[in-house]
């Protein structure tokens, strides 16, 4: 009998961690076939070899990039590089990134940027939000651009309770944003156990010095998030989940559930077009070549192009897609006047004209 019980418990065990690999190779799009579609204009962007993680640009041209991330989990190809934060000029014929200057009191040797955003105030300052992760921590650092000189001068670092996991980020106000949190927990192996799980535990949360609360929660991994040009709506990828929940944004702040776009691929960063409202997202199509990297088998990279994703029926371009050869593990797509900019997690850039 305690046999029987005990080869019931194995067989009951079995089934359940099959059933988990099965929903996590699903999650993963592990056996996603690629075919390649590439644009006719695009050249890599000197200068980037260790991730172009996130971008955002202004409406002057001006590109700010996050490298250099380091993250549990995630190939690194400068592993003693501490992190920067890029400036590509896109209205130069043959822009080459030049590194913004910190200003001396702010801990570089820890810097490790990721998610970033912009936000221009009312005196036309320029204010640079970046998702940072000093000794695998999240803190949101807040800057100021200095055009003159091409410097950041760093006016604070955020830290709250409820900002454990910190992914991306879009700024609403000179101190105040929403953020994700990509992960309940902020250790590797727990991290790893809770994708393997699929467990829905990821959120959103609002800040700003008065007040700070979850506003959006049960994502399997919450990371892109951004605001439509009227900042009526707020899109946010779940990776793990494939798809971009929209949601209508409160005079109070408080978001509630619009609508879900599902996709067939791992949605990362999302880019919203200030003039057309268009979406871009930045893909993985197989998230198992990503967190499991073999320098003989590469993550490849994918870009959607989403119009008129608050309509019944929004229409999905995939505009490019490469098995790894030219770009792996595209993070983020962002446009500027018929420029297309792919950033990468660890690999490099890539910039096309449309
Ligand atoms: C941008 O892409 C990186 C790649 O994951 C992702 O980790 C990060 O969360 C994204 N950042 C934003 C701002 O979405
Ligand atoms: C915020 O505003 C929305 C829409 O008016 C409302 O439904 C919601 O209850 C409000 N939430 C809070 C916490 O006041």
Redesign the pocket.
Known sequence: MGKLLALAIVGVLAALIGERLMGFRHRMCASRELKPKRLPNCHLIKGIEAGSEDIDILPNGLAFISSGLKYPGLKSFAPDKRGEILLLDLKEDDPRPVELRINHGFDLASFNPHGISLYIGDDDAVYLFVVNHPRYKSTVELFKFVEDDNSLVHLKTIKHELLASVNDIVALGPDSFYATNDHYFTGITLMLLEMFLGLAWTNVVYYSPQEVKEVAAGFYSANGINISPDGKYVYIADLLDHNIHVFEK???L?L?PLKVLQLDTLVDNISVDPYTGDVWVGCHPNGMKLFLYDPENVPGSEVLHIQDILSKKPTVTQVYIDDGSVIQGSSVATVYDNQLLIGTVFHKGLHCEL
Do not use: K, L, P, R
């Open positions: 409160h005079a109070n408080s509630t």
